[in-house]
């Protein structure tokens, strides 16, 4: 059963999807039919756990500034390729951004950044997970679920998330 509800924000309206094991999906408004397979999607906005709450709750501290990493229990649905390709998006730090061929290296085989950017554009969790993080092999802001202007939105701001709390480390 999976249960959802949506959320605004600064890049739009997200809806989020939980499962009774963990956060399922974050969707965009501007979503392609199909490109997160979601089954048994009838389950209503209260799930048991707490998840959609817990994500809320994350996803506006991120947005305001306050957090730069996701704690939450995620339950993503995909090939055993793709699960390690969103795995290893969850190294890259936040504000910091990697290529595909680079992102495929750090997975072991950098002749697969054409996989991994398939992968990354399965990616259920945007935000959580952060395949905006990812761009082309020139710096280029590639394909994003949520679109480029969103993508770019979300680099800029851990960017001057990052830039304050370097500056508020400096002066304590």
Known sequence: MLYETTMSTPVGVLTLVASDVGL?????QTEKPNRVRLDDRDGGESDPNGVLEQTRQQLSEYF??????FDLALDPQGTDFQRAAWMALRSIAFAETVSYGEQARR???????????????????S?????????????????????????SWLLNHE??????????????
Request: proline letters at 3%; one cysteine or more; charged letters at 20%.
């Open 24 to 28: 399922r999906a974050v969707l965009w």
């Open 159 to 172: 960017r001057l998330v990052a830039d304050a709390q370097g500056s508020a480390a400096h002066s304590n």
């Open 64 to 69: 305001a500034g306050a957090r730069t990493e």
């Open 127 to 151: 935000i959580v997970v952060p395949c905006h993080r990812v761009v082309g092999a020139d710096g280029s802001l590639t394909g994003f679920a949520g679109g480029t202007d969103a993508k």
């Open 107 to 125: 997975m072991g085989d950098s002749r697969k950044a054409r996989a991994v950017g398939a992968a990354n554009g399965r990616n259920p969790l």
